[in-house]
């Protein structure tokens, strides 16, 4: 719920020494909250995704639009992935230990993408986002089986894909740094996809469900629009989709 940037980076540090030195509590809480509105800045608006304006990369403010949006998946990240500690409070030890990991490294890569914005001329908040990740998270809140298939294993997922081809086109504009940064996120986030995955399939084993057929019916039934390629497949095999899934993928995109 932290809305101050800085305060919520040092918030999470004390959070990972406290897991460290097992000051957690387990007991579950009696009430479960609805998060409508997660711990954010004023800034940035936030804006239907087609209110957004289209920025060429070419030029300086471009450059800038792409680390800004960067840095504000990565700062709903951290949200949601302490959402999934809080909310779900009946998993295994294991699940709060991975994403407490994951809240740690989206809170690195926010300030990495947020140093580089900075020497862009820019801040966080200076232009306008959507709030899609966050909604998605939202509506999933009611079931840790239909967060793990749509945020991990949906949108992170989505971006294993859009990654490189955002490699290519900062290096395309000599950006050194961003190219280095990219990089670092594109490997830990097929982690964060992993972690999903693993949890996906201990949620299906539990329930007694087929996970590829879990998986689709899920997308049917919750995901706004369709999955759309094209897919990144090598990672997404990294981050634990089976043979099946990307056979599947293929028939799509
Ligand atoms: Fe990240
Ligand atoms: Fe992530």
């Known amino acids: 719920m932290e809305k101050d940037l800085n305060r919520k980076v040092r918030q999470l540090s004390q959070l990972q020494e406290d897991w460290s030195n097992d000051l957690f509590d387990f007991t579950p809480t009696e009430t479960v909250v609805r ?3 997660a711990g954010r800045p004023e800034k940035p608006d936030l804006v239907p995704p087609k209110d957004l304006p289209r920025r060429r990369l070419g030029s300086k403010e471009g450059h800038a639009s792409l680390m800004h949006s960067i840095a504000h998946i990565e700062f709903n990240a951290v949200n949601l992935a302490l959402d999934a500690i809080y909310r779900f409070q009946e998993m295994p030890y294991e699940f709060y230990r991975d994403w407490l990991g994951v809240a740690g490294e989206e809170a690195y890569h926010f300030q990495m993408v947020r140093e580089h914005l900075n020497s862009l001329g820019y801040e966080y908040g200076d232009m306008a986002a959507h709030d899609g990740l966050w909604m998605t998270t939202y509506e999933t809140d009611h079931d840790p089986l239909i967060r793990m298939a749509l945020v991990p294993r949906t949108l992170e997922a989505r971006g294993l894909d859009v990654t490189p081809p955002m490699i290519s ?4 504009i000599g950006d050194k740094r961003g190219v280095e940064i990219l990089k670092i996120l594109l490997r830990d986030e097929i982690g964060h996809v992993e972690v999903g995955t693993r949890w996906f399939r201990y949620l299906c084993e539990q329930r007694a469900l087929d996970p590829f057929e879990a998986f ?3 997308i ?4 706004h629009g369709d999955l759309r390629g094209p897919f990144n497949f ?9 043979d099946e899934e990307i056979q599947w993928l293929k028939t799509i995109q």
């Open 234 to 242: 090598d990672a997404r095999q990294q981050a634990g989709f089976s």
């Open 169 to 172: 086109k900062l290096r395309s």
């Open 35 to 37: 998060v409508k509105d």
């Open 220 to 223: 049917r039934d919750y995901f």
């Open 216 to 218: 689709q019916q899920i």
